[in-house]
């Protein structure tokens, strides 16, 4: 008989909460009792759940103790209050927010790639799921590290608005009609600047070193999770106007020389990578067309570089909601039910 487990998601509403229930649905996951909580605003709302109507609660009064799983994925804030609260409760947390992924007590888990880091949860009772351009990132490199030690990683990401919550995506689509019927747009929101027919070079806020958080997340997230330091990891983070699907230009160097068909070959077994590379027109992934609404990591475009005797480029996709987040963090819950609870 397999075990059944009482899983609180907190953050039911968003889109990440929303996808989060669609997974553990689809994914069959074992779940006795389902608690969706969000602020008060959303109590007393419903989802649909197994075709079962479920009320939602208010996160700021739910007992945690009810609970062995909390899905957390309502904003770092949220999570900085009342992810130690369900910890401290017996509720084992995997969060999805920045909030605890630099601590060092706290694992950052990519199930795929550095799942034996699990093991460092009973410190905290707090699991961090990594940011989505970090995950698709690493689920890609982290065979071809394996096999030749990459030293730098140079990468451009082009990241959908869904990254930035339901305002942006709303933004977008307003946008992008105005502009269709010649229309003036109204003053962005969600945006600096107009996201429509427009690329903007600037994800999270900006450091001292230049670099914004979003590309220091990368350089940071990336050392932890490969557990080394000494890998050179320089990011640009750009949002385009494409509603689902981070992108990313990765460009790889190694220390022991990999041609392309050798590294064709080592991510095609790869777990959780699906690679589409054909040197021919559409013979490649795109966020629309391949990693929107999908779980794996399509990897295309592999190529030697030309200005680099042990240098390797990449094309990688992947659903930044899915696997850049939901799908993630119910992976993690999996690899823990079946190896710690």
């Known amino acids: 008989m397999t075990k059944e487990f009482d899983v609180a998601v907190v953050g039911a509403t968003g889109a990440v909460g929303e996808t989060m229930l669609r997974i553990l649905e689809q994914r069959k996951f074992p779940v006795r009792n389902l608690y969706p909580l969000a602020s008060e605003r959303s109590a007393g709302k419903e989802i649909l759940f197994r075709n079962r109507k479920i009320r939602i609660e208010n996160l700021a009064e739910f007992d945690f103790s ?3 799983i909390g899905l957390f994925s309502a904003g770092g804030s949220i999570s ?6 369900a910890a401290e409760a017996g509720c084992v947390v995997i969060d999805n927010t920045s909030q605890f992924r630099r601590e060092p007590d706290i694992p950052l888990v990519v199930p795929e790639v550095n799942a034996h880091a699990l093991a460092g949860y009973t410190t905290r009772g ?9 995950i698709q990132m690493i689920v890609a490199l982290k065979p071809l590290h394996d096999a030749a030690y990459i030293q730098r990683i140079n990468v451009a990401t082009y990241q959908a608005v869904s990254g930035s919550g339901a305002s942006a995506i709303q933004e977008l689509a307003n946008q992008t009609a105005k502009l269709l019927n010649g229309q003036d747009i109204d003053p962005p929101k969600a945006y600096p600047k107009q996201i429509a027919f427009n690329a903007l070079p600037h994800i999270d806020v900006f450091l001292d070193n230049g670099y914004t958080k979003e ?3 990368m350089v940071w997230e990336t050392r932890k999770i490969l557990e080394d330091d000494n890998i050179q990891v320089n990011p640009t983070a750009a949002r385009v106007p494409v509603f689902f699907g981070h992108s990313e230009a990765v460009h790889i160097e190694t220390r022991d020389k990999l041609t392309a068909e050798q590294a064709r070959k080592i991510l095609s077994k ?3 990578v699906k690679v589409i590379d054909q040197r021919k027109d559409g013979g490649y992934a795109t966020a629309v067309t391949d990693g929107a609404n999908n779980d794996a990591v399509f990897v295309s475009r592999i190529r030697e570089d030309i200005s680099h005797e042990r240098g390797l480029d990449l094309w ?6 899915r696997k850049g987040a939901a799908l993630n963090s119910i992976q993690i819950a999996e690899r823990l039910i079946s190896d710690y609870l």
Do not use: W
């Open 80 to 85: 900085e209050v009342h992810a130690p609260r």
């Open 66 to 68: 009810k609970v062995q």
């Open 215 to 217: 590309e220091m997340k």
């Open 270 to 272: 790869a777990p959780g």
């Open 316 to 321: 990688v996709v992947a659903d930044n909601v």
């Open 126 to 134: 707090i699991i961090a799921n990594p940011n989505c351009s970090t």
